[in-house]
């Protein structure tokens, strides 16, 4: 199993430009989750995904939309990216059961750069 | 409001000694308590966790965690601490993955 990935490793984007930040995981997980990491804030959730088709907002959604057509992908899209989205952006899925539940599994991160 | 608070920034210790790192909480009801920990360019890993039973739960790595339900407490120990452990170390809390709090983490460096 690959476990989480996240495409592409590192962007630098222009203020308003769009992109799509790509998240997939071949664990079969229900749940799939977008944080963004800035520094002395920790992680806040920005959307989550309890299965295909069903997307909700987190915490700071602003700015950020979700899809979920398939189980196994979670694309994130910047609409017209702002210097303020300059952070380090996670993908993480779950499979909520007795023996693992509410444990996330992360993948490794994109590092966007607004200028 | 749900809060997780990890008082310290940055710890060094050096090889061989203790560790313990400092996590608070603020919830309505007891939360699941989980450690993460994040190596330099790499995503987060799961320490631990506590969901409910012994307050002392027992992780990866060698590392420990104690709930205290009177402190609203899950401080994160290790008896001897080696330079791998070097790294970013996250608590977080909540009941569901939709309501889960991180704190601003602990940066841990181990003197040789």
């Known amino acids: 199993n690959a476990g989480v990935t996240q495409t592409p490793k590192f962007q630098v984007l222009k203020t308003g430009q769009s992109m799509t930040l790509q998240c997939a995981q071949d664990?079969?997980?229900?749940?799939m989750s977008w944080y963004r990491q800035d520094p002395g804030m920790g992680l806040r959730l920005i959307h989550y995904?309890?299965?295909?088709?069903?997307?909700d907002q987190g915490e700071v959604p602003n700015g950020y939309n979700v899809s979920r057509s398939t189980t196994e992908d979670f694309p994130l899209r910047l609409l017209s990216a702002a210097p303020s989205q300059t952070s380090v952006y996670f993908c993480?899925?779950?499979?909520?059961?007795?023996?693992?539940?509410?444990?996330?599994?992360f993948g490794p991160g994109t590092r966007l750069l607004v200028l | 409001a749900q809060s997780v608070t990890q008082p310290d920034i940055h710890i060094t210790v050096s090889e061989g000694a203790s560790l313990e790192l400092r996590c608070n909480y603020s919830?309505?009801?007891?939360?699941?308590l989980f450690w993460y920990v994040q190596s330099p360019g790499q995503g987060l890993q799961l320490l631990l966790k506590?969901?409910?039973?012994?307050?002392l739960v027992q992780g990866i790595k060698g590392f420990e965690a104690e709930f205290k339900r009177s402190q609203s407490s899950f401080n994160l120990r290790k008896p001897s601490v080696h330079w791998s452990d070097a790294a970013e170390y996250f608590c977080?809390?909540?009941?569901?993955?939709?309501?889960?709090?991180f704190g601003a983490g602990t940066r841990l460096t181990v003197k040789p």
């Open positions: 977080a809390v909540g009941v569901n993955n939709n309501d889960m709090r």
């Open positions: 506590y969901f409910s039973g012994d307050t």
């Open positions: 919830y309505g009801a007891t939360p699941y």
């Open positions: 995904s309890v299965g295909a088709g069903i997307t």
């Open positions: 993480a899925s779950s499979h909520p059961g007795l023996a693992d539940q509410e444990t996330q599994y």
């Open positions: 664990m079969n997980h229900e749940y």
